[in-house]
């Protein structure tokens, strides 16, 4: 199945996606430095710069994804919401969905979205046909020695309901909100080196715990003065705190392929 990164950064959905068995179609990234990390990383896939003059060109792909910029929605912004300069390009999102209509949706953002324009994106989405399901995925679920709390939403067309999935939970007309639970969900995914993380299923970590050099997890990574032959300490920080965390895209992306049948 082929995937169409939205908002790419330094391309966390992409690597996870790409773990699952996913190919990697078109990146649609403004900054200069993450496009610098994605084109090392990704020297075959096409890239685009602007998220608003981009369109029907971009191509049909299975999977859209991408998490539109949270700094009018985060708790640390000015609360400007969903509507503020940034997080307003949502509705450029919602535009190229309703222009490419891919299969699946996969939408990242801070938790405070609950709060600070949920509404909006199920409504839009709702209005282009798509049912969602969503929840909030700590980073801590999946084996990492911090929370990092995020609102995960997977949409799809409404005549293709994820079926089988535990843990419903109600939502607006238009959202049938079910989503797979975070519960042992670390042990079905691969680190860097293709490693396993090994933890007892249905182990949700503590975040207060101690735990050590935290093995693959790193609560501080390495930052030199390059980044794989890139220059920028500066900017590869930010690109990483920008990032989400591949493990639970991979995920994601495993639950895709079970509901449609592996």
């Known amino acids: 199945m082929t995937v169409g990164s939205l908002f790419a950064g330094i391309g966390g959905f992409d690597l996870g996606f790409e773990r ?11 900054d200069p430095f993450c496009r610098a990390v994605l084109a090392q990383h990704w020297p075959d896939v096409r890239r685009y710069e602007d998220v608003r003059t ?3 060109e971009l191509g049909y792909v299975d999977v859209l994804c991408g998490g539109f910029p949270c ?8 609360g400007d919401g969903i509507d503020g300069t940034r997080s307003g390009l949502w509705s450029e999102y919602a535009r190229l969905i309703r222009e490419l209509r891919p299969r699946y949706v996969v939408v990242e953002n801070v938790a405070a979205l609950l709060t600070r324009g949920v509404g909006r994106v199920l409504g839009d989405l709702a209005a282009c046909g798509y049912d969602a399901e969503w929840d909030c995925l700590p980073a801590s679920a999946f084996g990492a020695p911090h929370r990092r709390d ?25 959202a049938s909100a079910s989503v797979p639970r975070h519960n042992g969900a670390a042990e079905h995914v691969a680190d860097a080196d293709d490693r396993r993380e090994l933890q007892p299923q249905g182990r949700i970590f503590d975040e207060r715990r101690r735990f050590g050099d935290g093995g693959w997890w790193r609560i501080e990574p390495h930052v030199g003065r390059v980044a794989h032959g890139i220059p920028a300490r500066v900017d590869r920080l930010r690109g ?22 592996d």
């Not at 609102?151 to 293709?160: C, T």
């Open 54 to 56: 981009v369109g029907a």
């Open 150 to 174: 995020r609102l995960w939403l997977v949409a799809y067309p409404q005549r293709d309901e994820l079926r089988d999935q535990p843990g419903r939970r109600g939502g607006p007309r238009g």
């Open 20 to 30: 699952a068995g996913f190919e990697i179609t078109w990146q649609v990234e403004i």
């Open 71 to 78: 700094q009018d929605i985060s708790v640390a912004g000015r």
């Open 240 to 261: 990483l705190g920008n990032a989400i965390v591949p493990q639970i895209a991979e995920w994601i992306a495993r639950q895709i392929l079970h509901a449609e049948g």
